[in-house]
């Protein structure tokens, strides 16, 4: 049995709630309505213009005891599911309306509550109209990162977010934003949430917004469903792509100053990586909402489509997330592409454009089984991106390890430099970055920086971080791991949002509590100080394990032997639940039969500079074989149970994988979007499967395409596809 919190007049009391085990994908970002009612009167609001209208029946504002509720649930939840971050959203109505004193005691029961389990990522998304600095001293003390909402410039602004009075909003938002900017809160600034209107002129949108400097736009499609359609006032064929394509325009002419989350996710499918939104794509939905009363909600954009859709008939009282996880709603948000449409299933941009937001898909004739009102429009948007930025450029990458690795720390080191953009305002990290930019001019520091930069979850830490996920400790950490493995003597001071500091590739100390941390590194050897760890002694890494307090990563085999990796937090990028650290030494030795059993069947197979040699290796649940996740090259997921035939077995093959995925990364292979890309994949698994028939389909298909479809860097891996098929036929 598990403990939870009833409801009726004894709310506050624990009653037991049967435990459930579930493969459900886990919910990571709770929407917390804080606030019911709001100080705009926004005429193309979800929450109070469309067909659903309970907020009407809604308290006002979120009681302490529902606060309590929900914490409990969510800490017990992030517990059972092993999670090591977990993002609440205050939301509303307004929720500035809850006040400066509510809203402390509300992100100080959440903090209280989940600190001790999980790390909390606290944001809020906000109008701005009543934004002042008794609530950002709030968010300062938590770290409450804060979005705003602003449709563009005062015209494209007022067209649709007036106050109760009629009044334009425009001059109060910008104040709250300018007071944002302001040096002590700038770091609390998250972005600028932004709803299209393709009657405003959008490079002028575009334009305002960007001369505000957020970190972050997110252009928003109005809420429309089949029975309720976008606006479309000029009776245009693809209204909403072309707005959009001269917003990406200008962004591209400006030199993508900031993320844009839509521009991003089509970006990043199109090259094979993960959707960054759930508007796009096919990623499943880890989303859960609870309104004041606290009662479980699914995405409340649901309101969109008819009175009560969002609904599910729970609460936090009598009911916890598992149960809401189960709710047939939820899980249909979940199913990737067997959740869509006959007609998006068949459509060339599935992967990127994913069939639209779930509530987009609505009529009242087929439910949800349609594709999105905008479903031209999204394939007008990715077939422009794709025709944009595809790079025709051949790429060195292409020919070998050596030089693909190159290409994968090139682009590590771009994106920590797009990382330090953001950054710059954090009071601690100059120091670190300072502290970086030494070890990279030091030719004997250099490769140790290398090292971390290169570790597959400091890209996984990168990506996060630059679409929104804070974590500024783990910058902070990477820079005193670089300077540790190369014996430089440094000290950083931060803020450690949590009691285990993890340092990239080497290992995880346990702090006494959170705070202030100074960490000073020295040849071999480290020391932290802060609360309650006044006193902090050396730890030298040539000793082990230190009082309980040091955990070292181990490699397998040698000092050059690949790094098993059950610490880092960045490590949960695996289509499977990670796995507590294993049995000492059990884990290790099915590994070890693994590959000796490999070595046997492919005794050349260390000279083959096509192979791939996983530099990381993560254990995984059992049953869950061998995977690659979201990670840079060289990082591989093994279930703890893996028998050492399986791994000798399906290693070759997912190394395949993870050399093309990587390549992908790092240069464009095809047109994007076009039918090359499953081409490839098709040609790349026969190879690796040995099915040499069905690889020399898909490699005669790449080679009757049109001559544009594959660029340079793609006939090139066509070509050592065809020689490697020719050679194992032999």
Not at 144 to 166: E, I, K, M, Q, Y
Not at 439 to 445: F, G, I, K, N, S
Not at 457 to 464: C, E, I, K
Not at 480 to 509: E, I
Request: hydrophobic fraction near 40%; proline fraction near 7%.
């Amino acid at each position: 049995m598990r403990f939870g919190v009833s409801s009726g007049p004894d709310s506050g009391r624990l009653t037991p709630v049967t435990s459930q085990v579930t493969d459900n994908p886990p919910l990571r970002q709770l929407v917390l309505k804080i606030h019911s009612r709001c100080d705009l009167l926004c005429d193309h609001c979800y929450v109070y213009q469309h067909a659903d209208q309970s907020w009407r029946s809604r308290p006002t504002f979120i009681r302490p005891d529902t606060v309590r509720a929900v914490a409990a649930r969510l800490a017990e939840y992030a517990t059972s599911r092993a999670l090591e971050s977990v993002s609440v959203i205050l939301h509303g109505g307004e929720p500035l309306l809850v006040g400066p004193a509510r809203l402390r005691d509300i992100c100080a029961e959440l903090t209280r509550a989940l600190s001790p389990f999980t790390t909390l990522d606290l944001r809020m998304h906000t109008n701005a109209v009543t934004l002042g600095r008794a609530h950002l001293d709030v968010c300062k003390e938590f770290g409450v990162r804060v979005s705003v909402s602003l449709d563009g410039d005062r015209l494209a602004n007022d067209r649709h977010r007036l106050d109760r009075r009629g009044r334009s909003s425009y001059d109060r938002v910008v104040r709250g934003i300018r007071l944002l900017q302001e040096p002590e809160y700038r770091h609390l600034f998250s972005g600028l949430l932004s709803t299209v209107d393709v009657a405003n002129d959008p490079v002028v949108v575009h334009d305002s917004l960007a001369a505000l400097q957020p970190p972050r736009i997110d252009y928003l499609l109005p809420h429309s469903t089949w029975d309720s359609p976008p606006p479309n006032p000029a009776g245009a064929s693809t209204p909403y792509a072309d707005w959009l394509l001269a917003v990406f325009d200008r962004w591209e002419e400006q030199g993508r100053p900031m993320p844009v989350r839509t521009f991003d996710s089509v970006l990043s499918t199109l090259r094979g990586g993960p959707s960054l939104t759930e508007a796009l794509g096919l990623a499943p939905s880890d989303l859960a909402v609870i309104e004041t009363d606290g009662t479980f909600e699914q995405a409340d954009w649901l309101k969109t489509a008819y009175a009560g859709a969002p609904e599910t008939g729970y609460d936090v009282f009598r009911h916890g997330f598992p149960e809401f996880a189960e709710h047939p709603g939820v899980q249909a948000r979940q199913l990737g592409v067997e959740g869509i449409s006959d007609t998006c299933r068949r459509c060339p941009v599935l992967r990127s454009c994913g069939g639209g937001l779930y509530g987009h898909r609505y009529s009242s004739e087929r439910g949800f089984d349609n594709p999105s009102v905008f479903c031209g429009d999204l394939r007008s948007l990715v077939d422009g991106i794709a025709d944009r930025v595809t790079d025709p450029t051949f790429s060195r990458a292409v020919l070998g390890t050596a030089q693909l690795r190159g290409a994968q720390l090139e682009l590590d080191t771009g994106l920590l430099r797009r990382a330090h953009g953001r950054l710059e305002s954090e009071p601690d990290w100059a120091q670190a970055w300072r502290l970086l930019r030494t070890l990279d001019d030091t030719p004997e520091a250099a490769p140790h920086l290398d090292e971390v930069l290169t570790h597959p979850y400091t890209r996984t830490g990168l990506v996060r971080f630059l679409h929104g996920a804070a974590d500024t400790a783990r910058f902070m950490s990477l820079a005193a791991a670089a300077a540790l493995r190369a014996g430089v003597r440094a000290t950083l001071a931060w803020d450690q949002p949590g009691t285990r500091l993890h340092l990239p590739t080497l290992g995880s100390y346990r702090l006494s509590a959170t705070g202030r941390i100074e960490v000073t590194v020295a040849p071999g050897a480290f020391r932290v100080r802060g609360d309650g760890n006044p006193d902090g002694s050396w730890v030298r890494l040539d000793e082990g394990p230190a009082a309980g307090r040091w955990r070292p990563l181990v490699r397998l085999w040698t000092e050059d032997g690949p790094l098993i990796d059950d610490a880092d937090p960045y490590r949960d990028c695996f289509p499977a639940a990670v796995a507590l650290p294993p049995v000492p030494g059990e884990f290790a030795e099915r590994l070890a039969r693994g590959y000796e059993l490999l070595e046997k069947d492919a005794p050349d197979r260390r000279s083959d500079p096509d192979a791939f040699h996983p530099t990381v290796l993560t254990p995984l649940e059992a049953g869950s074989g061998l995977l690659l996740g979201e990670h840079g090259f060289g990082a591989l997921g093994v279930a703890v149970d893996v028998e050492p035939k399986e791994f000798a077995r399906e290693l070759p093959r997912i190394g395949r994988r993870a050399r093309l995925t990587a390549l992908r990364a790092t240069a464009d292979l095809h047109r994007l979007g076009g039918p090359a890309g499953e081409l490839l994949d098709r040609a790349d698994e026969g190879l690796g499967r040995e099915a040499y028939e069905e690889a020399a389909r898909a490699l005669t298909a790449l080679s009757l395409l049109p001559v544009h479809e594959l660029t340079a860097t793609g006939a090139v891996l066509v070509a050592r596809m065809w020689s490697q098929w020719a050679a194992r036929r032999g």
